[in-house]
RNA sequence: GGGGGCGUAGCCCAAUGGCAGAGGCAAGGCGCUUAAACCGCCUCCAGUGAGGGUUCGAGUCCCUCCGCCCCUACCA
């Protein structure tokens, strides 16, 4: 495209005034009102591609925007930088993930740079900088400290490709590795792990008053999955000493238990296995021990395999509510980590247990009346109890309560809440990572690494590989060590912890980047906490926001946040992804577009606007051959805005008229538009305003008729106020340009609207019969109700229409809107 | 199976329950030009996925269905 100013050299020049002229760089006693901006600080996986752009332009428009109205705005950036795509790229290179990291970290960098977003780089944060690492394990040990950091041995998802341990997060539905696709395997490991449940009823609770899209808020409540129910002891027949634990959230269901089951983990499992049964069992067991989540949960639909994937241990326990001796069986639909990983079994009301009762032949009895039209195997809805002693003829909801003070009091039961979450498993064994600052002492057990001597940093000349063996273990130097108890030989942790505790709290590093020997002074980071604005992509609804937020509260009580908010982040707001060719645009997929291109033709400008322009920042957009085309066309709104600011042959009045009047109503009216569209994320519709006034202002400054030069310079400079946040460069420009070159738009208030410019004076009414309009009249923009009403039935059309009949109802919205319901 | 979102012109998208069109892209035309591009101006195009309901009035609210997308899932 042939630009009308040099895009390249402007963008750069204003790229470096901004920096020279910290602007974005606020102190914390800022005497402003504060404001806290954020966008997920990235993983350096080289130069931006546009979902960055997306990201990063949405931020700077709240930074810049929030600026303007006057506020010190906290606009920090930093990386994400440990993480596994850096080790497999260094044990492929030969070389160091830091210097391979380092080197990406540069990349993005600059190409956000070059997007004209604004940073405060002086609170830049990088996770593996040693005084970043030092206060990540100080954390680690001020949890430890508390107890919610353990150790533990547990099964674990292992993932071969990765060659580590996974947390329950990073595993998909189907059994495959979230990172690298393979199938996850079960194995036994001792493993680290944050005690996130202990926050289960707070992290769900506080949920609720969240500002937040209501999609991430569900999918956290889901995530933490709490269920009311109760927990009881099923004996088993001939074993007095053995009892079965069961949790239902169906207590009200008890009458109907016609068997149990356990899962394959089960540690009661070889009790009650009968001899004769041994066989099927323990194949039973193998099958799923080996069997993949996904042949696990196969099929559990139809039932189908359901027969091979359950098995009769050979013994019976006692129904509580009934007497009756039912079967226990082994099958893998019940989950060892859930619950007491046992189950009492009602066919008659769960889906589950219908169709293994109808495949092994169990009985089904009902204890909840279906609908009369019911025809389906299992009822799980509201109903009237039968079948069920006394609770018969109660309602499920009161039948839950009557059943759970009989359990109580008959078979060892508390009503009991459950939650879906897990803790979660930090240990990971790779290099790239945070070292978890623990030694091992044959004498003294675990013990900590003394404050003193933290960062401990991995050295540089460890062998990567991916054996599974943690690399860190295979560094005698780094291994062994001292016991700091007793002074006895003593080995040091080889493994890392999950990067995401790096991303848990370095939003509270960029309030206080400078104080050091802690994370973060709690006076300093309270001047800023909550976040105020946090950007970032739908992917990390669950992740990295429920660790964020665990952080924060534990943080709190561990006593490094004191009289910090409990929750980080107030306001979130998730932008949409970007898809091309039906998938997301992504690295992996290699369907990813650089900006550099659009940098040299359109400018950061052009692209930011398109991307601000293209529809609701929340929802995706498809990248398709028409985007070319739209980006283009953004630069052009750019260029004709260049050219309206440059022109010369404009005939100039001396006096204002009628058309200056219609103009600066245009230009107040687009101030409101545009900071409506600010205030709620409708960036698309702010620019179609700009669009619409430049379109008005430029064909009116064109016109023979002439321009006043006054309203012409209010509404030029208006748009340049307005752009400042959208296209940063171009409205610092024409700004300088116009009101001299030490001038910055950025410096300015944001503009408010004149309300006298906001009305009409007339206004088109339209006047409908029976909701249809038939005619359309000017009338005066205060015409009263009586008035309206008036002058639409004078109307001769109308009046007309009606045929002298009177109407039986007319509804007046004065003065848009008469509707006459003949 | 559960949860959420979307469906308006050839395309991307606007429309506090009140005239379906703000803006852009594409297409076509005119002007400018030796010519083209650029630039300026103009034109064209849908009755809102389907069907019900509520309402004086529905793209908008409610219900059913269709299509696409995302998330999630033996969680007892």
Known sequence: MARPFDVVELESKWQQRWRESGLYEVDNDDPRERFYALCMYPYPSGAAHQGHVRNYTFGDLVVRYQTMLGKAVLSPFGF?????????????????????????????????????????????????????IKNSQLIFLKFFEAGLAYRANAPVNWCPGCATVLANEQVNGDGTCDRSGDLVERKNLEQWFFKITDYADELLNEVDGLEWPERVKTMQRNWIGRSEGAEFALSVDGQPDVALRVFTTRPDTGFGVTYAVVAPEHELLPTLTTPEQAAAVSELVERARGASELERTASSDSGAGLDKRGAF???????????????????????????????????????????????????????????????????????VKINSGFLDGLDVDSAKKAAIEFVVKNAAGESKVNFRLRDWLVSRQRFWGCPIPVVYCDGCGIVPVPVEQLPVVAPDDVAMNKSGQSPLATHEGFRNTTCPTCGGAARREADTMDTFTDSSWYFLR??????????????????????DQYIGGIEHAILHLLYARFYMKALVDVGLAPGLPREPFKK??????????????????????????????????????????????????????????????????????????????????????????????????????????????????????????????????????????ATFDEALDTMCLLLAPMAPHVASELWARRHGDDQFVHAQSWPTADPAMLVDDTVTMVIQVAGKVKARLEVAADISEEAAIAAALQEPSIAALLGGAAPSRVIARPPKLVNIVP
């Open 80 to 132: 994400d930088s440990f993480g596994l795509p850096a080790e497999n790229a260094a044990i492929k290179a030969g070389s160091h993930p830091r210097i391979f990291t380092d080197q990406r970290i540069e990349e993005l960098k600059s190409s956000v740079q070059k997007l004209g977003a604004v940073y405060d780089w002086r609170r830049e944060v990088h996770s593996h900088d040693p005084d970043y």
């Open 313 to 383: 241990t050979g013994s019976y326990v006692i129904n509580p509510f009934t007497g009756d001796k039912v079967p226990v069986y082994v099958a893998d639909y019940v989950l060892g980590t859930y619950g007491t990983g046992a189950i009492m079994a009602v066919p008659a009301e769960d889906e589950r247990d219908y169709a293994f009762a109808q495949v092994h032949g169990l009985p089904v009895v009902r204890t909840v009346a279906p609908p009369e039209d019911f025809d389906g195997g299992a009822y799980a809805g509201a109903g």
């Open 510 to 531: 960029f309030t206080d980047p400078f104080t050091a020997g802690k994370p973060f002074d709690p006076t300093e980071a309270a001047k800023w906490m909550p976040v």
């Open 572 to 709: 979130l707001f998730t932008q949409g992804m970007i898809r091309m060719g039906g998938s997301k645009m992504s690295k992996s997929k290699g369907n990813l577009v650089a900006p550099q291109q659009y940098y040299d033709s359109v400018g950061a400008d052009g692209l930011r606007l398109f991307h601000l322009f293209v529809g609701p920042p929340n929802e995706d957009f498809d990248w398709t051959d028409q985007t070319n085309d739209v980006i283009d066309g953004c630069a052009r709104f750019i260029d004709r805005l260049w050219r309206l600011a440059e022109l010369e042959d404009v005939v100039w009045r001396d006096t204002a008229d009628e058309s200056d009047l219609a103009i600066r109503r245009a230009t107040h009216k687009t101030i409101v538009r545009v900071t409506e569209g600010f205030e709620k994320w409708g960036y698309n519709t702010g620019v179609a305003a700009l669009m619409e006034l430049l379109n008005a202002l430029s064909k009116w400054a064109r016109d023979a008729h002439g321009a006043h030069r």
